[in-house]
T-cell receptor
Framework: GAGVSQSPRYKVAKRGQDVALRCDPI?????LFWYQQALGQGPEFLTY????????KSGLPSDRFFAERPEGSVSTLKIQRTQQEDSAVYLC?????????????FGPGTRLTVT | AQTVTQSQPEMSVQEAETVTLSCTYD???????LFWYKQPPSRQMILVIR??????QNATENRFSVNFQKAAKSFSLKISDSQLGDAAMYFC?????????????FGTGTRLQVTL
């Protein structure tokens, strides 16, 4: 079956622009995660959804970052008034459940470059 | 807060040889999971192996095995019979076993180079 997909794969934004990044999780996966991966670093957690409920948003770096998953499937990460420090790869992952050792399946990521 | 440390930014191994990647972590929890993920240059992260903290037996997956030392909070990955396709970034990751905090906490990664 299809894996996690993300779009766009690459996004260039001018500083101050708003961007929206989309994640299509694996069908039937309850849990969805967003991570931010700066160049040369490991991914860092941004936010977590269980179905449509956003249960943890402790990793969002500022109030310019907003995520939603209104119908419990597709999720969108929105960044308002982008800054250069927002340049990174944004990874989405989904899993059957949040608890336990269930594997998180990752998408290919969206590389955001803010100029 | 939990932290994961990978002290080897880069490692190199010859094809068919064995290499061990190191990982240490810090936690006050007793129930947790540990993972090794592989990230090839195409960027899609793939699970290599997982270990439940309550299991004493080290996990193995074909050519991949771990050495889990709970008291020392160490979780190393051994790759046997290395292949060119093993070249990638390898990330060690930690996950709490309780509560709704199901996020993965990653180390900074080890870049593995496989040479002929």
């Amino acid at each position: 079956g299809a894996g996690v997909s993300q779009s766009p794969r690459y996004k260039v934004a001018k500083r101050g622009q708003d961007v929206a990044l989309r994640c299509d999780p694996i069908s039937g996966h309850v849990s969805l995660f967003w991570y931010q991966q700066a160049l040369g670093q490991g991914p860092e957690f941004l936010t977590y959804f269980q179905n449509e409920a956003q249960l943890d948003k402790s990793g969002l770096p500022s109030d310019r970052f907003f995520a939603e998953r209104p119908e419990g499937s597709v999720s969108t990460l929105k960044i308002q008034r982008t800054q250069q420090e927002d340049s990174a790869v944004y990874l989405c992952a989904s899993s059957l459940a949040g608890r336990g050792s269930y594997e998180q399946y990752f998408g290919p990521g969206t590389r955001l470059t803010v100029t | 807060a939990q932290t994961v440390t990978q002290s080897q930014p880069e490692m190199s191994v010859q094809e068919a040889e064995t290499v061990t990647l190191s990982c240490t972590y810090d936690t006050s929890e007793s129930d947790y999971y540990l993972f090794w993920y592989k990230q090839p240059p195409s960027r899609q992260m793939i699970l290599v192996i997982r270990q439940e903290a309550y299991k004493q037996q080290n996990a193995t997956e074909n050519r991949f095995s771990v050495n889990f030392q709970k008291a020392a909070k160490s979780f190393s990955l051994k790759i046997s019979d290395s292949q060119l396709g093993d070249a990638a970034m390898y990330f060690c990751a930690y996950k709490r076993g309780t509560g709704t905090a199901s996020k993965l906490t990653f180390g900074t990664g080890t870049r593995l180079q496989v040479t002929l």
